[in-house]
């Protein structure tokens, strides 16, 4: 009888990246800053939660953004953002956006197209690291959003972290596209952001206490993201993994590769599926049983690479490939195209640092400006939060934010 412990071993799943070291390290973070830098959006995408008939919502988010400073114990200096400047506004006085023309362009205010990196651009006083708040609908001008990631990698370089606070407001007016197409005129409840970098601490209790405000004014379609680095870095792996369909496989048992025979019980990090004739595939996810959650085509965000098991083993993928991603919660969910020709072996999903997407972040992304819901929705958002949840999560840890491994025989 074969013992437990002499049970062949598999490859670790989970690898180290290159030594922290290896990656550029931000300057310690500074001081707590004592100011809030405001940048609220003014171009004309915005217009439609100043004239909407429940625009009350919106002068809400101003008032909640100016109490939230003072609980804080922090000055402000407020901009219009826009056409490539930052516009001081007079007395600190963010409530001056609740006024159409701030969009519009009339009124004394020009028409201006985003310019959302301009904020990044303000000076703070001096000897502590920034803390700054944009208030936007995140719609850049032809979903270009390096000017932004630029702008506001520069404070993350100096220890900065970002947070986003996602709220749906009532709107009425022309919603567009990233191309300048409208979409849909009317009225709806549309995404409104605000994008906050700074000391860790400082952004955290920032938009907790403006989400808190607006929950108290009756707004419950909201969502919050901190992107510090400092959560959820235990590495997802797999805890369910089956065939496509599941009829079409046995999922817990032993699987042979190259005349050894790899057991479940010794390789806790592994999935081990039996394909069986018919099946097309196999899916891995990190919890058991799943529910719900959000699904999208293959985003690329996922690395597919084949695991040697000798050192003559084909790293060749054999026409496997990602077909869906799926996000509930905490927990991920992986479907694999798998035909009958590819040979068996280890597959191993990993997702990098900072890309593993919120599941909030799949829903209120813009796709498609087709589909049912667009109009609800914002273009480029699920390539900016990744975008920044990367910047931030390279430093984060040296080990990726999932990694899903799996054998697999054909029988």
Not at 18 to 35: E, M
Not at 96 to 107: H, W
Not at 329 to 355: H, K, M, V, W
Request: with cysteine; charged share 15%.
């Amino acid at each position: 009888m074969m013992l437990l412990g002499c049970t062949p071993k598999l490859p670790d799943c989970v690898i180290k990246t290159a030594d922290a070291t290896a990656n550029p390290t931000p300057a310690t973070v500074g001081t707590q800053a004592n100011q809030l830098l405001i940048g609220i959006d003014g171009s004309g995408s915005m217009l439609g939660h100043a004239q909407a008939a429940d625009a009350s919502r919106w002068r809400n988010l101003l008032q909640a953004v100016n109490l939230s400073a003072q609980t804080q114990g922090l000055s402000s200096k407020a901009f219009r953002i826009g056409g490539g400047t930052a516009q001081e506004l007079s007395g600190e006085r963010v409530t001056l956006a609740t006024d159409p023309c701030f969009f519009k362009g009339c009124g004394g205010y020009s028409a201006v197209a985003s310019s959302l990196q301009t904020l990044w651009d303000v000076q703070p006083q001096g000897g502590s690291t920034p803390l700054r708040l944009l208030v936007s609908d995140l719609e850049v001008n032809q979903s270009d959003i390096s000017s932004l990631i630029g702008a506001v990698r520069k404070d993350l370089l100096k220890g900065a972290s970002a947070g986003v606070l996602a709220l749906k407001l009532p709107f009425q007016g022309q919603v567009f596209d990233a191309q300048g197409v409208n979409i849909h005129t009317g009225k709806l409840n549309r995404p409104l952001y605000l994008l906050a970098t700074g000391k860790p601490d400082q952004v955290s209790s920032l938009l907790q206490d403006i989400q808190r405000n607006m929950a108290q004014k009756g707004v419950t379609t909201q969502e919050l993201s901190i992107l510090d680095g400092n959560t959820g870095l235990q590495t997802l792996t797999v805890k369910s993994a089956a065939a496509i369909p599941n009829n079409k496989g046995a999922s817990g048992s032993p699987v042979r590769l190259q005349n050894i025979t790899y057991s479940p019980s010794n390789n806790g990090n592994y999935g081990f599926v039996r394909l069986n004739p018919g099946a097309t595939g196999l899916v891995l996810a990190t919890t058991t049983p799943w529910s719900g959650g959000t699904t999208r085509p293959d985003l690329g965000l996922v690395r597919l690479e084949r695991i040697p098991t000798s050192p003559n083993s084909s790293n060749n993928l054999g026409g496997v490939r990602l077909k869906s991603m799926s996000v509930a919660g905490s927990n991920l969910r992986l479907e694999f195209d798998i035909p009958s020709s590819a040979p068996a072996g280890l597959l191993r999903a990993t997702i990098p640092r900072g890309s593993l997407p919120e599941q909030w972040w799949l829903e209120w992304d813009r796709a498609d400006p087709k589909a049912a819901g667009a109009r609800e929705q914002t273009e480029g958002l699920l390539l900016l939060m990744t975008t920044l949840g990367q910047q931030i999560g390279m430093n984060a840890a040296n080990t990726p934010a999932a990694a899903l491994c799996v054998a697999y025989q054909h029988t």
